[in-house]
């Protein structure tokens, strides 16, 4: 079993950034895809990004305002956001999987899933 334990999260202004760190434990290997996923208020989870093998994948709403990256040796990956807007206020998921993290939003079962971790960016 894999635990993912985010951190990061909190309260800020429109236009700021924050940082989200996610690491990993357990039976990870290192040949896991990591990445992120937010569900906002009323809202179904939603993709954001992620790293498989090298390959990055942003949502069309993200891009040019976050950035993923890995440390491996520390089993951890990170969120940069900036330039945050409300609309992106949500509950922020870390996730690792074997196969492509996106699948992961048709079936989370195809992974492991951390506690979520909350963004709020105010007007």
């Known amino acids: 079993q894999v635990q993912l334990v985010e951190s990061g999260g909190g309260l800020v202004q429109a236009g700021g950034s924050l940082r989200l760190s996610c690491a990993a434990s357990?039976?990870?290997?290192?040949?896991?895809?990591m990445g992120w996923f937010r569900r906002a208020p009323g809202k179904e989870r939603e993709f954001v990004a992620a790293?498989?093998?090298?390959?990055?994948d942003y949502a069309d709403s993200v891009k040019g305002r976050f950035t993923i990256s890995r440390d491996s040796a520390k089993n951890t990956v990170y969120l940069q956001m900036n330039s945050l807007k409300p609309e992106d206020t949500a509950v922020y998921y870390c996730?690792?999987?074997?196969?492509?993290?996106?699948?992961?939003?048709?079936?989370?079962?195809?992974?492991?899933w951390g506690q979520g971790t909350q963004v709020t960016v105010s007007p």
């Open positions: 790293m498989n093998r090298g390959d990055i």
């Open positions: 357990g039976r990870f290997l290192s040949s896991y895809g």
């Open positions: 996730a690792a999987s074997g196969g492509l993290i996106r699948y992961m939003l048709r079936d989370p079962r195809l992974g492991s």
